[in-house]
């Protein structure tokens, strides 16, 4: 299945709502941890997921979410 990398950016003062969106929101990634620049200022969350394509990757943000996110389909690669 392919993966993908899920980069969700968001304004400062919002990032309650970004964490708060889940509640409600079934979805696996509700409860897992995820890379977040929120506390360095940054103000983006990245995760990886299988899903059959970028739309079903989005799927699993919720909607406050995903209208903010790009879903890149990557793949693992051995550096030399």
């Known amino acids: 299945?392919?993966?993908?990398l899920l980069h969700h950016r968001h304004e400062p003062h919002d990032c309650g709502v970004?964490?708060?969106?889940?509640?409600?929101?079934?979805?696996p990634l509700r409860h897992q941890a995820a890379l977040a620049?929120?506390?360095s200022g940054g103000h983006a969350i990245w995760w990886t997921v299988d899903?059959?394509?970028?739309?079903?990757?989005?799927?699993?943000?919720p909607f406050f979410l995903a209208e903010r996110a790009?879903?890149?389909?990557?793949?693992?690669v051995d550096i030399p």
């Open 1 to 4: 299945m392919p993966r993908f």
């Open 18 to 27: 970004a964490y708060a969106a889940f509640r409600g929101h079934a979805s």
């Open 37 to 39: 620049s929120c506390l």
């Open 51 to 61: 899903a059959a394509d970028p739309e079903e990757a989005l799927g699993l943000l």
């Open 70 to 76: 790009t879903a890149t389909r990557v793949d693992e």
